[in-house]
């Protein structure tokens, strides 16, 4: 089975044009992307009041880039905060056995 065999097309509107989209991702996952990307641009447009769709599409990109950074960036201190209570954890245990 190749590469292609597993990509599913899906038919997808952001902001107001009409795209296919090949992925490995369900359909349904595919539009749930969309329509999030699509919901973004919207919103810049109204925000910014402007038309200019490379603008809008840059805006928005950097926008969601700058959500999944942060969020990246919570889960490693999260990350941090647990294997630093995790080493406090054992090392009470190991006191303990002592």
Do not use: C, P, W
Request: glycine share 2%; aromatic share 6%; proline share 0%.
């Amino acid at each position: 089975m190749s590469h292609s065999d597993n990509l599913h097309k899906t038919k997808v509107t952001i902001f107001g044009s009409e795209y296919v989209l090949s992925s490995e991702e369900s359909e349904e996952y595919t539009s749930e992307i969309s329509n999030f990307v699509d919901k973004k641009m919207n919103q810049i447009a109204g925000d910014e009041n402007t038309v200019d769709t490379t603008r809008i599409a840059l805006m928005a990109a950097f926008d969601i880039a700058d959500q999944i950074v942060r969020q990246n960036n919570r889960h490693e201190k999260d990350r941090i905060r647990i294997d630093e209570a995790l080493r406090r954890l054992e090392q009470q245990i190991d006191d303990a056995k002592k």
